[in-house]
């Protein structure tokens, strides 16, 4: 498992990102403008906890790294090549989020 089920609580509650540059914050309700906004940041990508069944049958972590020019987002998901292989549209990852954060530099 690259990220475990408790990152969020060794990296964004820690002084772990501090000691390797990074800033993390916690955003309480997922949503399309929030997503567009972290990734509208330089340096920063989103940290997405997806729904089970979304793309894969449990909930797991996975990195949103930029919106490309047409809209769509690039996913990079540990759990399976072929949801990493496209581009998405910002509102479905939006909607298949439980969790959401931001680690920028």
């Known amino acids: 498992e690259i990220l475990p089920s408790d990152w ?7 002084d772990l990102a501090k000691q390797l540059g990074l800033e993390c914050k916690e955003y309480s309700s997922p949503s399309s403008d929030t997503l567009r906004s972290i990734l509208s940041s ?7 906890k997806l729904k089970a069944n979304f793309d894969g049958q449990y909930e797991h972590w996975a990195l949103v790294v930029r919106q490309n ?3 769509s987002v690039t996913l990079h998901d540990p759990t399976s090549f072929e ?4 581009t998405w549209d910002l509102g479905t ?3 298949n989020t439980d969790e959401l954060y931001s680690l920028s530099s």
Do not use: K, L, M
């Not at 969020?8 to 820690?14: F, R």
């Not at 330089?42 to 997405?48: F, H, L, M």
């Open 8 to 14: 969020s609580s060794d990296v964004c509650s820690s």
């Open 42 to 48: 330089r340096g920063s990508v989103a940290i997405v």
């Open 69 to 71: 020019s047409d809209g």
């Open 83 to 86: 949801a990493s292989s496209h």
């Open 93 to 95: 990852i939006a909607a």
